[in-house]
């Protein structure tokens, strides 16, 4: 058992396995810290008190949060049980001992840790902003080589889809790839195809992977890319399973999109024909408006003119008219209704010429 230097709390150290936290004014149990593959022999805690540590019979040395009661961190030096366990004053070391007849002393390295964290976090950013400015100044391989140092895919297929964009044409873009993968290094081949063979999982990357590849193939034939760092020869069949697998499947779609567009195909054709029946329908009905419009445009010209003549003609006496005055009267009238028949004939044959010229359009 260990009492906690801040609280009145109690650790015990049990056969079963678990570690439990005991609240020494009202004897109830508070927490039960699991993890242990055997009996726990040995607990104590820090001087914080909001951490302990604990050995057991599995040879491993536990660091336990008691807010929380997890484990935050599991060390492995012993190969056997750990009956022993000190801890420094400050808490900056701890010595175990166990059967295996080993002494150990472990050192606290959470600041150096910490420091070693944040110059990595700090230097990581530092190169993707680098990264950034050589994308912006189309320095595509520094750029792509930059990105697949920091291990990021999703910059890598960024590069790449840049690259494509500022081609303008599929082959400007293949010549480009052919630049870059012929400078990249036998380490970055490999982990760039590994890349591809992610991006062909996805039907809106899968083209650039393609193409990738394509540039591989044609810059390194198939028995050295089998000897790349990342990608040895075992390791080649399952990738080339794994990129056939997903471009069966986007053969087939793009198999199926391609018989969805004739059916596209057909019923534009149809609306294309159904519209010009309409059409030529409705040309119809305007040439039957307008030869009806003509037709009585015509009648009513030829009342006004009757009524026009029985209106203006002067009242005369029909037993001083002659014959000679009847047959010129009667010759005239002749003439003028020939004129008129000619006339409606001139305009019914223009209208029947509209119709068909509008017929062939």
Not at 23 to 48: D, E, I, N
Not at 113 to 142: F, G, H, I, M, W
Not at 172 to 201: C, H, I, P, S
Request: glycine letters at 4%; aromatic letters at 4%; a negative charge.
């Amino acid at each position: 058992v260990q009492f906690s230097p801040v609280d009145q709390v109690l650790a015990s150290a049990s056969g079963d396995q678990t570690i439990r936290l005991w609240s020494l004014s009202g004897g109830t149990c508070l927490r039960v810290l699991q993890g242990h593959a055997g009996s726990v022999l040995k607990v104590a805690f820090l001087p914080g008190g909001m951490q302990l540590m604990s050995t057991g019979a599995d040879g491993l040395l536990k660091l336990w949060n008691v807010r929380s009661a997890e484990c935050v961190s599991t060390f492995d030096k012993h190969i056997d049980r750990v009956w022993a366990m000190a801890i420094s004053v400050d808490g900056a070391q701890v010595v175990t001992g166990g059967t295996d007849s080993v002494l150990s002393v472990w050192a606290d390295r959470t600041k150096e840790v910490a420091a070693e964290e944040a110059a990595e976090y700090a230097d990581r950013v530092v190169k993707q902003q680098e990264l950034s400015n050589l994308l912006l100044a189309k320095r595509y391989t520094p750029a792509l080589v930059l990105a697949l140092q920091l291990e990021l895919p999703r910059r890598a297929l960024n590069v790449l889809n840049t690259m494509e964009v500022e081609a303008g044409s599929p082959k400007v873009f293949q010549e480009r790839l052919l630049t870059v993968v012929g400078e990249l290094t036998e380490e970055q081949l490999g982990k760039v195809l590994m890349y591809a063979r992610d991006w062909n999982t996805n039907t809106h990357h899968c083209l650039v992977a393609h193409q990738l590849l394509a540039a591989v193939l044609r810059r390194y034939p198939p028995h050295k890319i089998a000897e790349f760092a990342i990608l040895p020869r075992q390791q080649c069949k399952e990738f080339l399973a794994a990129m056939l697998s997903y471009t069966e499947r986007h053969q087939e779609r793009v198999r199926a999109l391609s018989q969805s567009t004739y059916l596209l195909d057909h019923t534009l054709d149809e609306m294309r024909l159904v519209s010009m029946s309409e059409d030529l329908e409705s040309m119809e009905d305007e040439a039957a408006a307008l030869q009806d419009g003509l037709l009585d445009s015509q009648v009513a010209k030829s009342t006004a003119d009757t009524e026009e003549t029985e209106v203006d003609a002067p009242e005369v006496d029909i037993s001083m008219l002659d014959a000679a005055t009847v047959d010129s009267s009667d010759e005239g009238d002749a003439v003028d209704d020939d004129d008129e028949v000619e006339e409606y004939q001139e305009d019914e044959s223009t209208l029947k010429v509209i119709t068909q010229t509008r017929r062939r359009s």
